[in-house]
């Protein structure tokens, strides 16, 4: 079995044969600002509660989050771009 670093290497390879050099450029270029932001260490974890926000729903009224949480539970799915 191989270990995580090794298919993450692999995942990596395959990425760089698919995806065209000026996306894959781009893509580090986002990740390297996203770490000097500190994004990950400042970023939710498993089993943080969200904090409310408001954003407009699928008819374009403006929701909080919270407004959904008393009527239904919520599943939060965050779309990173079509690079």
Do not use: C
Not at 8 to 15: C, H, L, T, V, W
Not at 24 to 37: F, N, Q, R, W
Not at 59 to 73: F, I, K, M
């Amino acid at each position: 079995m191989k270990s995580l670093k090794e298919q993450i290497a692999e995942f990596n390879e395959e990425k760089a044969r698919q995806i065209p050099k000026d996306i894959l450029e781009t893509m580090s270029t986002v990740t390297a600002g996203l770490k000097a932001m500190k994004m990950e260490e400042n970023s939710l974890k498993t089993g943080d509660q969200a904090p409310d926000f408001t954003l407009p729903d699928h008819t374009g009224v403006h929701r909080s989050l919270l407004s959904y949480l008393h009527e239904q539970p919520i599943v939060l799915s965050f779309y990173r771009g079509g690079w």
